[in-house]
Structure formats: C-alpha cells, structure tokens
C-alpha cells in the first residue's frame, strides 16, 4: 500500500499519525487544523485546493490580527476583524457558543450565545456578573484552581481553558484577588463578543427579511404584467422603485 502523504505539507503519514481523508486526498491534522478546521468535520467535503485557500485566509487574518482590547495575556480580542486570541489560537467572534469559570470544578458562572436576550435574568448585565463571582463561598479559604472554560464550534478545537490559579491559592491572598479581576474582565469580554456576534447575526437577518419581500412584491407585479393587469412599462417602473434604483 502507497503510503499517504499530507496534501499540504507533504509530510508521510504512517499508521499512527493524526491524519483526516478529505475529498481527494489526506491532511496531516496540523493542517487541518491550520485551516480552522476540526478532525469532526465533515472533511470529505473539502478538497487540497479549498483547504489550500482556507489555509491561506486563515494565515491573512492571524497576519493582520490586531487587538483592540486585551485582559493580561489571557484574552486578546481584535474588534475591527472580529477575532480573538486565547494563547496562542486564534478564533473568529462566530465561533464563540459559551463559557463558564470553574472553580475547584465547579461552576462560578456562565455566559455565552443566546445568553444576550436571558442575560438580564442570568446575571443582571455585565455588571452583576462581578456580583456573582464575588460572591462565592470559599468556606475552605483557599482555591485550588481557578479557570475559565471557552466553548466553541465549527472550529479546530471544541473547547479552551483560560487559567488564572492552577496552585494552592489563599482566597484573601492579592493572587486571588488580581486572578477574580482578570477572570471578570473575560467575562465581560467574552459576553460583548458574543452579543455582538448575535447582533449581527440578528441584523443579517433582518436585511434578509426585507431583501425577500422586495423580491416577492417584484413577482406579485411580473405577474400582473403578464396577466396584462398592468403595462410592461407600469412593471418596470414599479420594479426601480422597489429596488431602489
Ligand atoms: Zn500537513
């Protein structure tokens, strides 16, 4: 049997290497992942040359990443492209679902897609966010690990930790406090980021909404032109009226 080699890199692909079948070919796993592409996908649906060009784009967007806000090292977010970056991956505002900070395991908090319209319920704003995370029950006086769980989709990862304590920390202890601080920044951050994703989501629809109706109204006319109700000429006019020309 012909040994597989990556489409991309050209790198040989044994048996025990991270590899994906795609529609004419094989992709190491580093590529596919280069490509923003995850191994669940359906891979068998791309080809070398698409990968070849999301590859590619995906190279122009981490060039051109610049960030408009950052928390620490731990969050970086450039709003003018609408990425961001946790370490050293760079995500689109798209692929953000939700997140939670954990501590010692369990939940502190939640955010994410869909949380926007519920959000006044969950957390009262941003704001209260801070609330809920200050109000924790640290009876022990220490934690152990403090960090906050990113959930993502049609992505080359499903899910990336933000760490803030990963040792034995006093909870009266300034480590703890500037840790909390950090933490609620990327909340709030990581909520604007998908509020603005769903806005604009929300507004692609809306112009979709009323692109349709025009084109339906455009029908309604063609038809009564056909059916001679109104002149060729009477259509076209109604026509560039509805279209704005
Ligand atoms: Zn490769």
């Known amino acids: 049997m012909a040994k597989k080699i990556c489409v991309n890199c050209g790198k040989e692909l044994g048996m025990l290497a991270g ?22 996908e359906n891979s068998g649906s791309y080809t070398e040359s698409s990968i070849k060009s999301l590859i590619a784009a995906r190279q122009e967007i981490i060039r051109s990443f610049s960030p408009t806000k950052t928390v620490g090292s731990y969050l970086a977010i450039d709003d003018t492209h609408r990425s961001f970056k ?12 939700s997140f939670e900070l954990l501590e010692d395991g369990e939940t502190i908090t939640k955010g994410g ?20 995370i200050t109000g924790g029950k640290k009876s022990k006086g220490v ?9 993502l989709r049609n992505c080359f ?22 840790a909390q601080n950090s933490a609620q920044e990327c909340l709030s951050a990581l909520q604007i980021i998908a509020d603005s994703y769903q ?3 929300n507004g692609t629809a809306n112009i979709n909404q009323s692109e349709l109706s025009v084109a339906d109204e455009i029908k309604k006319f063609k038809q009564l032109a056909d059916d001679g109700i109104i002149t060729q000429e009477e259509f076209e006019a109604k026509k560039k009226q509805l279209l704005g020309l």
């Open 157 to 178: 990862c499903s899910t990336v930790y933000i760490p803030f304590i990963l040792t034995e920390t006093k909870t009266k202890s300034f480590v703890y406090k500037a």
């Open 86 to 97: 946790i370490g050293q991956s760079l995500f689109d505002f798209g692929n953000l679902l």
């Open 19 to 40: 590899k994906v079948k795609i529609n004419d070919g094989t992709i190491c796993t580093n590529c596919l992942h280069s490509a923003g592409i995850g191994e669940l």
């Open 143 to 151: 934690c152990n690990s403090m960090r906050l769980k990113v959930t």
């Open 199 to 201: 806005s604009m989501q």
């Open 113 to 132: 897609l869909g949380r926007a319209v519920a959000g006044g319920l969950l957390f009262g704003g941003v704001g209260a966010i801070v609330g809920g």
